[in-house]
């Protein structure tokens, strides 16, 4: 058996079965990596990481939303259009239900939506945001697309979706949104009645606003992509096996003359 196994053509044979299995074993990984998003979830982790920067040194109105910008910190200042905010209804943050608070913040590159918190279940009107010039500081995430259901009276959406906000929304709309984690009133705007800026703690208890963390980067795996993935690496031990049955039917074959042999002899 050992002569045949290295006998050139079973070698050839089984170098072409390592190439099958190696090509399997490959295409298996990146399917189980397709299903898992690791390439976003490393996008988005690595964007976590890095340093707060000004929003329009990220990205400019009208740019599309890349990957790496989830989870981007960043800062921006500008000021509050308060009779423009809107309530994004059936949101949940943990075991409460209730409604997004999103206005949009003009600055000097165009108008921002940001998300200013939670609030418990559709308030009648929407918890009034700081007054005069604010920076915020927090972390980027995508827009929305339209959610189907009947229409909501003002200043109720399903959705922040900026194809129908651009018509509603002073100036250019930057084409993200920003999950806020403090606001804080300028210099200047906080002199006059001697008010200290608010953190994001203070912001959130003086408005009856939670703060909406960034989403988790964990991903449910996606079953069939997972499924391709077995798939894959059925084919190589397939291959394996078949290489291993041809082997042997060879094997047995040639056997089985010699002993014919031996019984004429005898």
């Not at 050139?8 to 079965?17: R, T």
């Not at 409604?99 to 921002?112: A, D, F, K, Q, R």
């Not at 705007?189 to 200290?196: E, F, K, R």
């Not at 047995?252 to 003359?257: K, N, T, Y």
Request: proline letters at 8%; aromatic letters at 8%; one cysteine or more.
């Amino acid at each position: 058996m050992l002569r045949g196994l290295l006998s050139p053509k079973w070698v050839g044979l089984f170098a072409l079965v390592l190439v099958i299995v190696a090509a399997c074993t490959l295409l298996g990984l990146w399917q189980l990596g397709v299903a898992r998003d690791e390439g976003h979830k490393q996008a988005v982790a690595a964007a976590s990481q890095l340093q707060r920067a000004p929003l329009q040194q990220v990205t400019r109105a009208h740019s599309a939303f890349e990957a790496e910008f989830s989870n981007r910190p960043v800062s921006v200042t500008g000021t509050y259009d308060d009779a423009r905010t809107i309530l994004v209804v059936d949101r949940r943050l943990g075991d409460r239900a209730g409604s997004w608070v999103v206005t949009p913040l003009v600055t000097e590159g165009g108008t921002v939506a940001v998300l200013r918190g939670f609030v418990d279940g559709v308030p009648a009107t929407a918890p009034a945001a700081p007054a005069g010039v604010v920076t915020v500081e927090g972390t980027l995430g995508p827009t929305e697309s339209p959610r189907p259901g009947a229409p909501l009276p003002a200043p109720q959406r399903r959705s922040v979706d900026l194809a129908a906000l651009v018509n509603e929304w002073p100036g250019d709309l930057y084409n993200v949104l920003v999950l806020a984690s403090s606001e804080t009133p300028s210099a200047e705007a906080s002199s006059g009645d001697g008010a200290t800026p608010s953190t994001s703690t203070a912001a959130s208890t003086a408005t009856g606003l939670t703060r909406v963390p960034p989403p988790d980067i964990d991903t449910p795996l996606n079953l069939r992509n997972a499924a391709y993935a077995v798939q894959w690496w059925v084919f190589g031990l397939f291959a394996i096996w078949m290489w291993w049955k041809m082997f042997r039917a060879e094997q047995q074959a040639d056997a089985v003359p010699a002993a014919q042999r031996e019984e004429i002899t005898a």
